[in-house]
């Protein structure tokens, strides 16, 4: 596994999530989150520990910079816990999986369900938090759903561009 394509597609996604996404909030319903990219394309190889630790790490650095309070951190671990989860339901035969995650190694039809699934689970989750409660439910899930909507979209079109 190439770690420095790794780190340089973390630090690249950080920065433009911060700089760009960040300010960029839709009609008030729209926070796309594309940081979840750099869990999402983790290797498989690794510890389910491993990924939990990054997972709380990646969302740490978000909660510092959005200054929400152990929210970020949440989701991303929920995300990574499921992850091996939903691959071993996605994929049938997970011996050909490489060590990267893209539409190369699971296909496209794959590739859509993981991402969306894991992308719903972690706005639904940041949305539930941040809301602090069920009194605006149906605001939360309108603002789950166009999130994910985009955030998904960016994640498939990066992955496209850049598995050819």
């Not at 983790?42 to 990054?54: E, G, V």
Request: glycine share 6%.
């Amino acid at each position: 596994m190439d770690w420095t394509k790794q780190i340089g597609r973390y630090v690249l996604v950080m920065v433009l999530q911060v700089l760009l996404f960040n300010q960029l909030q839709l009609l008030g319903v729209c926070h796309p989150y594309i940081y979840i990219l750099c869990l999402l394309m983790m290797p498989i190889t690794l510890p389910h520990s491993a990924d939990m630790f990054i997972g709380a790490a990646v969302g740490l650095v978000m909660d510092v910079f959005c200054n929400t309070p152990g929210i970020h951190m949440a989701a991303c671990i929920l995300v990574m816990f499921i992850r091996p989860y939903l691959l071993g339901v996605i994929v049938n035969d997970k011996d050909r999986l490489n060590e990267q995650i893209s539409i190369h190694s699971l296909g496209l039809e794959a590739m859509v369900k993981y991402t969306a699934v894991l992308v719903v689970v972690h706005h639904l989750m940041v949305f539930m938090i941040a809301s602090w409660g069920w009194t605006h439910l149906g605001f939360v899930l309108l603002e789950t759903a166009v999130s994910s909507i985009l955030t998904i979209g960016i994640i498939l079109g990066y992955n496209m561009l850049t598995n050819r």
